[in-house]
């Protein structure tokens, strides 16, 4: 009886040890996380902006903590073995403006340390009349963002745009605001990676 055990794991362990090279794909088609209302800047100075004017709205960063949304073991391993796109980006105003009609253009984008920004977000007129909010879709949502997360699981987005204060209107130099992004990933490991946590 003994014996027979042993042959039999032994047989059991040759399919499991040729397991461990095929790749196994894990994928998250959707995550969306808010961030909580921070302060977000409209023009320099302090001074509300008094119209008419159009001048450049200051990009600004957020990081965004992607681990608080997407499970671990798709952030991590090798980036070429990921895959993280950004599917809409979105800004809700919580206080100071009762709307973003001030709002004529606006983008996103994704940069490391002295590198060239690569644009993810571009749009003009996104934001009906009177919202308060938009949620615009990723314009370059086949651009992988793998090499943008840093080993904590966070992604930094920058976004700007241009402000059109109409004549006879006075938007304030800052609002509180909150940001939402949307994102898709998956991961590609082999069956021992995925088993022993790699």
Do not use: Y
């Not at 980036?79 to 950004?86: E, G, K, N, Y």
């Not at 809700?92 to 403006?97: I, K, L, M, Q, R």
Request: proline fraction near 7%.
């Amino acid at each position: 009886m003994k014996r027979t055990l042993i042959a039999q794991f032994a047989l059991l362990a040759l399919p499991l040890a040729a397991c461990s090279s095929f790749n196994v794909e894990a994928e998250q088609p959707l995550a969306c996380l808010t961030l909580q209302p921070e302060s977000i800047t409209i023009g320099g100075g302090t001074a509300p902006i008094v119209g008419p004017i159009v001048q450049t709205w200051p990009e600004q960063q957020r990081t965004i903590p992607l681990g608080d949304a997407i499970p671990s073991f798709i952030l991590d391993g090798a980036p070429q073995d990921r895959v993280i796109h950004l599917v809409s980006f979105g800004i809700e105003a919580t206080s100071g403006v009762t709307n973003l009609n001030w709002l004529q253009n606006f983008s996103v984008s994704v940069s490391t340390d002295g590198g060239t920004p690569v644009q993810l977000v571009t749009c003009q007129g996104c934001v009906p009349a009177g919202a308060t909010g938009m949620n615009v879709p990723a314009s370059n949502g086949d651009f992988n963002l793998a090499d943008f997360i840093d080993a904590s699981g966070n992604l930094t987005l920058s976004f700007g745009g241009t402000v059109n204060v109409p004549a006879g209107a006075t938007v304030p130099n800052t609002f509180g605001g909150k940001v939402s992004v949307c994102i898709s990933a998956k991961v590609k490991k082999t069956f021992d990676e995925m088993i022993n946590g790699n």
